[in-house]
């Protein structure tokens, strides 16, 4: 079974430009989540997709970030313009449906440096 | 509000012997409790959890977690360390049927066995 895949895995970019991720989650997993890591912290979710429709943004910065899952399947999350406190790991992850009890699986992540 | 903590940034164990990752959550209603790895330049990886029944509950590579309900308490415990359990550890928990029932991760600890 392939795992959650996730793309690029590194980028590097100037504060006030724009980026975007992208993530694919496992095949017929309904809910898709996208976390941000800061180095020394654990993950916080910014948004969580049940399907195509959002569940929770209440963490997500909807002044400078967006994201979208129109298809139900893949997802891509943007930042624009960033900031240096953006610089993060940014983690997706999907699982079955939303039961609380389902564990997550992760993707490797995005490293994003603003310099 | 529901939290999780970590008390212990890094834990130091010699290969061989027993070692014990702690977890403190404060949640309203009953929780669900999970443990994930991470391992260096990949993505979080699923441990085990608790959602109801047998307190002690076994897990992925060894591992075990006991729920202490009057403690507040979820350590992760293995009876023997191997060199290559060094790693980044969270707790997480998540309380479900609330209107924000997302999952919280702890801040980590780092897992260190010296051969």
């Known amino acids: 079974e392939a795992g959650v895949a996730q793309s690029p895995r590194y980028k590097i970019i100037e504060k006030r430009q724009s980026v975007a991720f992208w993530c694919n989650p496992i095949?017929?997993?309904?809910?898709l989540y996208w976390y941000q890591q800061i180095l020394g912290q654990g993950p916080k979710l910014l948004i969580q997709f049940q399907n195509n429709g959002v569940v929770d943004d209440s963490q997500l910065p909807k002044d400078r970030f967006s994201a979208e899952r129109l298809k139900g399947v893949d997802s891509t999350l943007k930042i624009q313009p960033a900031k240096l406190e953006d610089s993060a790991v940014y983690l997706c992850a999907s699982s079955l449906d939303i039961l609380s009890y389902n564990e997550q699986f992760f993707g490797p992540g995005t490293r994003l440096t603003v310099l | 509000a529901q939290s999780v903590a970590q008390p212990e940034d890094q834990v130091n164990v010699a290969e061989g012997n027993p070692l014990t990752v702690k977890c403190t959550y404060s949640?309203?209603?009953?929780?669900?409790l999970f443990w994930y790895v991470q391992y260096p330049n990949r993505g979080l990886q699923f441990l085990l959890k608790y959602i109801t029944g047998d307190n002690l509950v076994k897990g992925s590579y060894g591992f075990e977690a006991e729920f202490n309900k009057s403690q507040t308490s979820f350590h992760l415990k293995k009876p023997s360390a191997l060199v290559s359990d060094s790693a980044l550890y969270f707790c997480a928990v998540r309380v479900p049927g609330s209107s924000a029932s997302k999952i919280i991760f702890g801040s980590g600890t780092r897992l260190s066995i010296r051969p």
């Open positions: 949640v309203s209603g009953n929780p669900y």
């Open positions: 095949s017929g997993h309904a809910t």
